[in-house]
């Protein structure tokens, strides 16, 4: 009993148990009332098998002993229109109506059943549904760094609308059958101790039988989802990386890669049609051996008359079928939860994965104020993985409305450093603090609006170029747009439109170049208008001439905002206030361009060496 308690305890503490504790309490009146209704449809469902005994049994001229139905019958008669049939034809006719009428209340309750739990798998799917979405939101950027997308959005999408429903729906049909079982297995017992007990070592052979195919077919369904969403990641490699296996000349590998975790998947269905079946034959077989039972032995018993053994037969077969068929049903249901059961654990574990956050120390955060101070870098140490620092020790600071630029060979952590002081990524050790507080004293809302950040690969969404521009702020006037347009440097993709920003620009932006999509991140954040630009790479895909117009742009409006940019183009930098380079993950110059340049080391090394080559290069390829 003490490790069977331990087991429960077990499970509910993992995170589909938390899950499904949570589900119960939140929903815990609509659950109970499916619980309530499928035991009444249960109770009803199963009055019709005495009323079957009954009238086989007044058909085949006995008359029934049973004080209640000889009340319910006598009621009945006297009703209008049934009190001139006489005799035996009053009981039978009598009997036809109770029995109508108990059809018809089992299909009203079951209808009824059939509603709430409509309703109420409605409700569950719904805020299932936000409530992923809010998660996903939440997750810190590692979280996605570390996953496959094509398998994330099969965990994140596909459950809460279709499969935890349809698991919990299962749930309740399990409870349900397994209430109605009883009620049925009570009744064969009311109609006939004797047979029931005869019944007893068939249930108990057949529930063996079927166990241990069933922990055969629940492996394997569970087997089944793994590959279904390797298949899923491999179908989102292929669609999202076209254009790269084309060039490649890859298609054949692709092909053979997708059609081998096809045809592993189909294998295994296969096999799963072969032990379904399997499992079937021993519940056919099953059935047919308590049928044949009941009727031998009524047929070589001497016992009562035979209307009271036929109506006892017919009865008792009408309940012995049911209950057959409930136990049917419940062997399907669980063993079609085996296929949700992955994904709902998968799911579970993200939107319940406990988050590492630093305790906060105002109940509702401030926003960051309204003229921040200055975005200082203290101590800040940072890795990916364990015992390998990406950064080391890193300190500097940021005053409004100056700019600074991060530079560096690549590898040196210069992403790393910007998405840290973006608020994407948390360090190790250290801490960033804007205005002299740690940036996760503040709201996220109006942290995440104080600092833009744009990366050298940006996300463009399906749709317009409004949509993009606006995306951070849907109720920007004409004015703040074009002054966006005009700061990125983003006329020209506009006039390539004809000038219509609702122009459709592709899957991710796919109908504009690399610089195109770049300027128009940049337009985007600059929408927002922050009090810190970050800009990690964001100009890499532009031609110098470009780079340097948005540059000395975004110098010329210094004083609405600091500015960050980490770039490879050290030319593009000569005018910032400070220059900071990193090697290894440590800064290992700072300064400006002259006292950089005057100090001969790393920067002045790399500078000359960028200078020489353009020299050299034609002027072709400065573009």
């Known amino acids: 009993m003490s490790g069977l308690r331990q087991r429960i305890g077990v499970f509910l503490q993992s995170p589909i148990g938390r899950l499904l504790k949570d589900i119960a309490h939140r929903y815990r009146g609509g659950l109970w009332t499916v619980f309530i209704v499928s035991n009444i449809v249960a109770v009803v469902g199963a009055l019709q098998y005495p009323l079957i005994t009954v009238f086989v049994s007044a058909v085949a001229g006995q008359a029934p002993k049973d004080e209640t139905t000889l009340g319910i019958i006598g009621f009945v008669r006297g009703l209008p229109g049934i009190s001139g049939f006489e005799g035996q034809r009053g009981v039978i006719i009598a009997i036809l109506v109770v029995l109508f009428f108990q059809i018809s209340l089992n299909a009203l309750v079951t209808y009824l059943y059939s509603r709430v739990v409509a309703n109420v798998n409605a409700r569950i799917a719904q805020d299932l549904t936000v409530l992923a979405a809010d998660k996903a939101l939440g997750m810190p950027i590692e979280f996605f760094d570390r996953s496959n997308t094509g398998e994330l959005r099969s965990k994140l999408t596909e459950p809460p609308l279709n499969d935890i429903p349809y698991f919990i729906f299962k749930l309740q049909s399990i409870a349900a059958q397994v209430v109605r079982l009883l009620v049925t297995i009570a009744v064969l017992f009311w109609l006939s101790t004797h047979l029931t007990v005869l019944m007893v ?95 031998g032995v009524l047929a070589v018993s001497d016992w009562g008359s035979f209307g009271e053994r036929l109506g006892i037969g017919v009865g008792f077969f009408a309940a012995m079928i049911r209950a057959y068929m409930q136990l049917r049903e419940i062997v399907a249901d669980v063993n079609m939860l085996g296929p949700q059961l992955p994904r709902v654990v998968g799911y579970a574990e993200i939107v319940l994965a406990v988050e590492k956050a630093k305790p906060k120390a105002h109940a509702v955060p401030p926003p960051p104020p309204s003229s921040p101070g200055a975005l200082d870098v203290r101590g800040v140490w940072f890795q990916y993985v364990e015992d390998r620092w990406a950064l080391k020790d890193i300190n500097f600071s940021v005053a409004p409305g100056t700019t600074t630029a991060i530079v560096g060979l690549s590898g040196s952590g210069k992403t790393t450093l910007l998405e840290i002081l973006a608020h994407l990524r948390f360090p190790q050790r250290g801490r960033v603090t804007l205005a002299g507080k740690d940036l996760d004293d503040y709201d996220a809302t109006g942290l995440r609006g104080a600092i833009g950040y744009v990366n050298q690969d940006p996300f463009i969404f399906n749709g317009s170029l409004r949509r993009n521009l606006v995306f951070a702020k849907p109720d920007a006037s004409d004015e703040e747009i074009e002054k966006a347009i005009r700061m990125a440097a983003l006329s020209d993709v506009v006039a390539g439109f004809n000038g219509d920003l609702e122009a459709e620009m592709g899957d991710r932006g796919r109908l504009l170049s690399g610089g195109q999509r770049q300027r128009v991140a940049l337009a985007r954040v600059l929408m927002q208008k922050p009090a810190f630009l970050i800009l990690d790479e964001a100009t890499s895909a532009l031609d110098i001439k470009t780079e340097r117009v948005i540059f000395d742009h975004l110098m010329a409006t210094r004083q609405e905002r600091g500015l960050i940019a980490a770039t490879h183009r050290l030319v593009s930098t000569t005018n910032f206030d400070r220059i900071v380079m990193i090697h290894d993950g440590r800064i290992v110059e700072e300064g400006t361009h002259a006292e950089l340049m005057a100090h001969g080391g790393m920067y002045a090394d790399l500078f000359k060496f960028q200078t020489d080559a353009i020299a050299f290069a034609p002027q072709a390829s400065l573009a």
Request: hydrophobic share 40%.
């Open 201 to 295: 070592p068939v249930g108990i052979i057949i529930g063996i039988l079927v166990n241990r195919t069933h922990r055969s077919i629940f492996g394997l369904l569970t087997a089944i989802r793994q590959v279904e969403i390797k298949f899923a990641g491999q179908s989102h490699e292929l669609l999202e990386g076209m254009r790269i296996v084309k060039q490649s000349n890859q298609e054949q590998r692709m092909r053979d890669s997708y059609a081998d975790t096809g045809g592993d998947l189909i294998e295994r269905r296969r096999v799963l049609g072969i032990k379904q079946s399997e499992q079937n034959f021993v519940l056919e077989l099953g059935g047919l051996f308590m049928i044949s039972s009941v009727f």
